[in-house]
T-cell receptor, first 113, second 113 residues
Framework: GAGVSQTPSNKVTEKGKYVELRCDPISGHTALYWYRQSLGQGPEFLIYFQGTGAADDSGLPNDRFFAVRPEGSVSTLKIQRTERGDSAVYLC???????????FGEGSRLTVL | QQQVKQSPQSLIVQKGGISIINCAYE??????FPWYQQFPGKGPALLIA?????SEKKEGRFTISFNKSAKQFSLHIMDSQPGDSATYFCAASRDTGRRALTFGSGTRLQVQP
């Protein structure tokens, strides 16, 4: 596709449930980032992949959050035992090799009831 | 610890006026400073970026001014247009943008016709 694709665009779940959010980056981009954006706030870094490996997962808030990128393209963010405080827009971004521009998807809005 | 502080939180400017948004950072290891524009329901999109070896960068109506000694940088939007109405985020990164971006809290700009 032309841009970063994220699915689902909206997800409503109940407290304690498990959710998966998918990111399909721009073809050929080796860097992939997950961010979380709460209402009225700037994006907050969660995890960064370079290829298949997580180069930096220092932003994951706790062990309920996990992300994978098994083939170096599509990534899945997994949240176990969801809590109401997990409600936010989860943004995925990809970038080419080298420094500079990140291309963001439109995000997956997660609501935990 | 908030590493990038952004002000003002909101800004109203008349069409044709100059919009000015300011950011200050704490981490002297930051060496890449982009500005992102975000419209409602969309992901952030790169507007303009600067590295600390220059004090100013201009692209069309958008200018970044950078003060390394003060650890501050600002975005100037000249001849502001209603289509510029959006939320603007400053950000900073280490390793010339190869590391995760730390975002400011955002400025909601409204340009009145």
């Amino acid at each position: 596709g032309a841009g970063v694709s994220q699915t689902p665009s909206n997800k409503v779940t109940e407290k304690g449930k498990y959710v998966e959010l998918r990111c399909d980056p721009i073809s050929g981009h080796t860097a992939l980032y997950w961010y979380r954006q709460s209402l009225g706030q700037g994006p907050e870094f969660l995890i960064y992949f370079q290829g298949t490996g997580a180069a930096d997962d220092s932003g994951l808030p706790n062990d309920r959050f996990f992300a994978v990128r098994p083939e170096g393209s599509v990534s899945t963010l997994k949240i176990q035992r969801t809590e109401r405080g997990d409600s936010a827009v989860y943004l995925c971004a990809s970038g080419g090799q080298g420094a500079g521009e990140l291309f963001f998807g439109e995000g997956s809005r997660l609501t935990v009831l | 610890q908030q590493q990038v502080k952004q002000s003002p939180q909101s800004l109203i400017v008349q069409k044709g006026g100059i919009s000015i948004i300011n950011c200050a950072y704490e981490n002297t290891a930051f060496d890449y400073f982009p500005w992102y524009q975000q419209f409602p329901g969309k992901g952030p999109a790169l507007l303009i970026a600067i590295r600390p070896d220059v004090s100013e960068k201009k692209e069309g109506r958008f200018t970044i001014s950078f003060n390394k000694s003060a650890k501050q940088f600002s975005l100037h939007i000249m001849d502001s247009q209603p289509g510029d109405s959006a939320t603007y985020f400053c950000a900073a990164s280490r390793d010339t943008g190869r590391r995760a971006l730390t975002f400011g809290s955002g400025t909601r700009l409204q340009v009145q016709p």
